[in-house]
């Protein structure tokens, strides 16, 4: 039996398509479907290694999570990982195919639509519903072009689309029916209805502008889902994340730190300790001073860690945090931030390390303990080679034998290229104890199997899932 299929797009960025096919797939996989999350082309610097050696962006291994199933290349064979504002690292079905600015990508396009239907037709192979997700606007008509990402991509594999707008930022009823009007008359016979997402109070209020839309477009109104809280909960892909109001933690007993710096990349690092109680979590931009009282500073990765660590210092931040390690502070840098603690490419020299920028870019699930003995499963994802005195002393001792990262001789400044290395919740105790803050109260796992399972109800309690099924096709 072939596997059936739809499409979620967005009148916009940031409408909610990750969220709301990641608790599909979690609604769908409970009802026993086997689904398969697709997005065939995602610009993002948080990403993920997947089990078959490669990387896709974030969102889809969230996804592929909720399906119940492991996190493939296929299911985001392009990957753009922005390394300025208009260039970007180009990953091909989970390798790095180089590097393009936009003018180049949009002459790349036809020969990348080989790789994604390509990898859409591996996972209609597996699957009994395959969920797609596009990217950005669905009406950015100067794009259309050989698009792989939304509507290109829908009529290439002949997909019924359902297209998201987004009522909490305003002008909902504007962007739907405005994409009706700007896009071409055979894209918007794909679209066979529409959701209206992140409500807020009475959707009784609302029924006057859904009636509205359904008659101006001619599509099915097919939900309007309330704001769900527990999205903070849940990794996220893009950074706009990072902007968000800072939670009101009465019971905090840890100050952490954090330089956003414009390439910032897998910032999901950060969500196991923002979900503990007794951590204080302060994003610093820019404009911003890191606090006199910061327990722990954490440098995070960086797509592009030469272009950070010049930002990092123009923003005053390396003053801050010298004086931070003066008064006895402690240091973390993960990846790109373990790389500016060096003492090369005029790097802050908190860490007595070298890096070799290399060619070859380590992907790898990793395990094994930190120097304190306690156990730690994450992954590698780095291009660069780091050696130096202060690698005597190992962050950590992987399965395989193997030393990995740097401490320095009072043991407060650390280096390391592992992520997640948080989620594993005997980690995450050991780092709360270090600073007196107690052991962890939050079991990761589980709370983002909770949110995930709450995500499929509220979906299932807003949007006629029956319908869509048989959308799809």
Same mark, same amino acid.
């Given at each position: 039996?072939?596997?059936?299929?739809?499409?979620?797009?967005?009148?916009?960025?940031?409408?909610?398509?990750?969220?709301?096919?990641?608790?599909?797939?979690?609604?769908?996989?409970?009802?026993?479907?086997?689904?398969?999350?697709?997005?065939?082309?995602?610009?993002?610097?948080?990403?993920?290694?997947?089990?078959?050696?490669?990387?896709?962006?974030?969102?889809?291994?969230?996804?592929?999570?909720?399906?119940?199933?492991?996190?493939?290349?296929?299911?985001?064979?392009?990957?753009?990982?922005?390394?300025?504002?208009?260039?970007?690292?180009?990953?091909?079905?989970?390798?790095?195919?180089?590097?393009?600015?936009?003018?180049?990508?949009?002459?790349?396009?036809?020969?990348?639509?080989?790789?994604?239907?390509?990898?859409?037709?591996?996972?209609?192979?597996? *699957?009994?519903?395959?969920?797609?997700?596009?990217?950005?606007?669905?009406?950015?008509?100067?794009?259309?072009?050989?698009?792989?990402?939304?509507?290109?991509?829908?009529?290439?594999?002949?997909?019924?689309?359902?297209?998201?707008?987004?009522?909490?930022?305003?002008?909902?009823?504007?962007?739907?029916?405005?994409?009706?009007?700007?896009?071409?008359?055979?894209?918007?016979?794909?679209?066979?209805?529409?959701?209206?997402?992140?409500?807020?109070?009475?959707?009784?209020?609302?029924?006057?502008?859904?009636?509205?839309?359904?008659?101006?477009?001619?599509?099915?109104?097919?939900?309007?889902?309330?704001?769900?809280?527990?999205?903070?909960?849940?990794?996220?892909?893009?950074?706009?994340?990072?902007?968000?109001?800072?939670?009101?933690?009465?019971?905090?007993?840890?100050?952490? *730190?954090?330089?956003?710096?414009?390439?910032?990349?897998?910032?999901?690092?950060?969500?196991?300790?923002?979900?503990?109680?007794?951590?204080?979590?302060?994003?610093?931009?820019?404009?911003?001073?890191?606090?006199?009282?910061?327990?722990?500073?954490?440098?995070?990765?960086?797509?592009?860690?030469?272009?950070?660590?010049?930002?990092?210092?123009?923003?005053?931040?390396?003053?801050?945090?010298?004086?931070?390690?003066?008064?006895?502070?402690?240091? %973390?840098?993960?990846?790109?931030?373990?790389?500016?603690?060096?003492?090369?490419?005029?790097?802050?020299?908190?860490?007595?390390?070298?890096?070799?920028?290399?060619? $070859?870019?380590?992907? $790898?699930?990793?395990?094994?303990?930190?120097?304190?003995?306690?156990?730690?499963?994450?992954?590698?994802?780095?291009?660069?080679?780091? $050696?130096?005195?202060?690698?005597?002393?190992?962050?950590?001792?992987?399965?395989?034998?193997?030393?990995?990262?740097?401490?320095?001789?009072?043991?407060?400044?650390?280096?390391?290229?592992?992520?997640?290395?948080?989620?594993?919740?005997?980690?995450?105790?050991?780092?709360? $104890?270090?600073?007196?803050?107690?052991?962890?109260?939050?079991?990761?796992?589980?709370?983002?199997?909770?949110?995930?399972?709450?995500?499929?109800?509220?979906?299932?309690?807003?949007?006629?899932?029956?319908?869509? %099924?048989?959308?799809?096709?």
């Amino acid at each position: 039996m072939t596997a059936r299929a739809i499409m979620f797009q967005g009148t916009a960025s940031d409408v909610g398509k990750s969220l709301i096919v990641t608790g599909m797939a979690r609604a769908l996989a409970n009802r026993g479907f086997k689904v398969r999350p697709f997005k065939p082309q995602n610009m993002s610097n948080n990403a993920a290694v997947t089990v078959d050696g490669g990387e896709i962006g974030r969102a889809q291994a969230l996804q592929a999570r909720a399906a119940r199933t492991a996190p493939s290349v296929h299911m985001n064979p392009v990957l753009l990982k922005p390394q300025s504002d208009v260039g970007a690292q180009l990953v091909v079905q989970g390798c790095v195919h180089g590097t393009a600015n936009a003018a180049a990508y949009q002459r790349m396009k036809p020969d990348l639509a080989h790789f994604v239907l390509d990898s859409y037709a591996r996972l209609k192979g597996e *699957a009994d519903i395959v969920l797609v997700e596009g990217a950005g606007s669905a009406s950015e008509v100067n794009l259309r072009e050989h698009d792989i990402a939304n509507m290109g991509f829908a009529r290439a594999a002949d997909l019924p689309v359902v297209l998201i707008g987004d009522i909490d930022r305003g002008g909902v009823i504007a962007s739907l029916v405005g994409t009706k009007t700007v896009i071409d008359p055979s894209d918007a016979a794909q679209i066979r209805g529409f959701l209206v997402n992140k409500f807020r109070g009475d959707p009784q209020l609302f029924s006057d502008g859904i009636a509205t839309i359904a008659r101006l477009t001619g599509w099915e109104a097919l939900g309007v889902i309330p704001f769900f809280p527990g999205a903070r909960l849940l990794p996220a892909e893009d950074a706009l994340a990072l902007t968000g109001t800072r939670i009101t933690k009465p019971k905090a007993r840890i100050r952490i *730190a954090v330089p956003i710096l414009p390439h910032v990349a897998n910032f999901d690092d950060l969500d196991p300790l923002e979900a503990e109680p007794a951590v204080d979590l302060i994003r610093l931009h820019p404009g911003d001073a890191l606090p006199g009282d910061a327990d722990l500073v954490i440098l995070l990765g960086a797509k592009a860690t030469i272009a950070d660590l010049s930002a990092l210092r123009d923003r005053g931040f390396q003053i801050d945090i010298a004086a931070h390690v003066r008064r006895g502070g402690s240091v %973390l840098g993960l990846c790109g931030g373990y790389q500016m603690l060096g003492r090369t490419i005029r790097d802050l020299g908190l860490l007595d390390v070298e890096t070799v920028l290399t060619a $070859e870019k380590r992907l $790898e699930p990793v395990c094994g303990i930190t120097s304190d003995g306690m156990p730690f499963s994450g992954y590698e994802m780095h291009m660069g080679l780091t $050696e130096g005195p202060d690698c005597a002393r190992a962050f950590a001792r992987l399965s395989d034998g193997s030393s990995e990262g740097a401490v320095s001789p009072d043991g407060r400044v650390m280096g390391t290229y592992i992520h997640g290395l948080f989620t594993e919740d005997g980690q995450r105790s050991a780092w709360l $104890e270090r600073f007196a803050a107690g052991q962890a109260a939050v079991s990761y796992d589980a709370l983002l199997e909770e949110t995930l399972d709450e995500l499929a109800k509220h979906l299932a309690a807003h949007v006629d899932i029956d319908r869509l %099924l048989s959308l799809s096709r």
